[in-house]
């Protein structure tokens, strides 16, 4: 059974950093692209960024482009998010998918994980 569990979220100010981790099991986590997608309050599921399988090529979101990093740790079947600069806008629950698309015409494809709270906030 494939499961994917967020860790890392939390509260943080303004312009500060957060690195959030998603702990793989029941697959290879090599053998699988993956994403991070986020909900924040009262709005609908985003795609924040995305990997190929080996971490050669990635992608992102304009609303994060030059402030968040994703990368991976398939050894130790780990997926990362780095997140700098943080702003209020960041302020969303972070999920975890083993999926280049976390979403397809907004509806969820893949497995998601449970997810982790980011909160940005003086």
């Known amino acids: 059974e494939v499961q994917l569990v967020e860790s890392g979220g939390g509260l943080v100010q303004p312009g500060g950093s957060l690195r959030l981790s998603c702990a793989a099991s029941?697959?290879?986590?090599?053998?699988?692209?993956m994403s991070w997608a986020r909900q924040a309050p009262g709005k609908g599921l985003e795609w924040v960024a995305s990997i190929r399988r080996g971490g050669g090529r990635t992608s992102y979101a304009d609303s994060v482009k030059g402030r968040f990093i994703i990368s991976r740790d398939n050894a130790k079947n780990m997926l990362y998010l780095q997140m700098t600069s943080l702003n209020p806008e960041d302020t969303a629950v972070y999920y975890c998918v083993d999926r280049w698309e976390p979403l397809v015409y907004g509806i969820r494809n893949g497995d998601w994980g449970r997810g982790t709270q980011v909160t940005v906030s003086s």
């Open positions: 029941g697959f290879a986590l090599g053998s699988s692209e």
